[in-house]
């Protein structure tokens, strides 16, 4: 099994990568720092006769790694009760690569993944974080996508999730299931 983390955060070593981290722990892994990628917004053409416009960034090759794994996790921070500008810019690019001749098949491929988000806040993240969580489902509900599970987690200041108990453990978990 192939496993691919998407962060979104960034900060580097922030709580959310602390805690993917310690959910991937001991595997190998395919690791994507969007912060690091460079991926232009989307330029909405779907209505347009000529379609969407070839882009020269860095997100097809991204898509390309990521197919290929057989389960994705996809790490952001809690920003403003929802995913990271990063994240959601990569998302948004999901809108061309469905009419894209090079990924004529995105859609199945990415329904055959195992799916888990984890994410971090300082701000009643499980609670204020299901707002993000409720996005992703619906975001991966459209494209027949199964959402294995999340974690949120409860981190301010870089560092802090390790006193979030509650994320350690289910990031423990994560790690025991992955590992099947």
Same mark, same amino acid.
């Given at each position: ?9 960034? =900060? ?6 602390? $805690? ?5 722990? @001991? ?10 990628? &460079? ?42 009760? @929802? ?9 948004? =690019?999901?809108?061309?690569?469905? =009419? ?25 993240? &499980?609670?204020?974080?299901?707002? $993000? ?12 996508? &199964? ?11 870089? @560092? ?13 978990? $994560? ?6």
């Amino acid at each position: 099994m192939t496993i691919a983390v998407i962060y979104g955060s960034s =900060r580097p070593r922030g709580n959310t990568e602390l $805690l993917a981290e310690r959910a991937v722990e @001991g595997m190998h892994v395919e690791r994507f720092y969007l912060k690091d990628a &460079r991926i232009l917004p989307v330029e909405d053409k779907r209505h347009k006769d000529s379609g969407f416009s070839k882009v020269e960034d860095d997100y097809s090759i991204l898509i390309q790694h990521i197919l290929m794994c057989d389960t994705i996790i996809f790490a952001t921070p809690i920003y403003w009760y @929802g995913m990271s500008g990063l994240m959601k810019n990569f998302i948004d =690019r999901w809108s061309q690569t469905l =009419r894209d001749p090079q990924f004529p098949d995105f859609k199945k491929r990415m329904s055959e993944k195992k799916i888990y988000v984890i994410a971090a806040g300082g701000d009643m993240p &499980r609670v204020k974080g299901l707002p $993000l969580i409720q996005q992703f489902a619906y975001i991966f509900g459209f494209l027949g996508m &199964r959402f294995d599970g999340y974690i949120l987690g409860e981190g301010n200041k870089p @560092g802090d999730i390790v006193h979030d108990k509650e994320a350690i453990f289910a990031a423990d978990q $994560l790690n025991e299931t992955l590992k099947r």
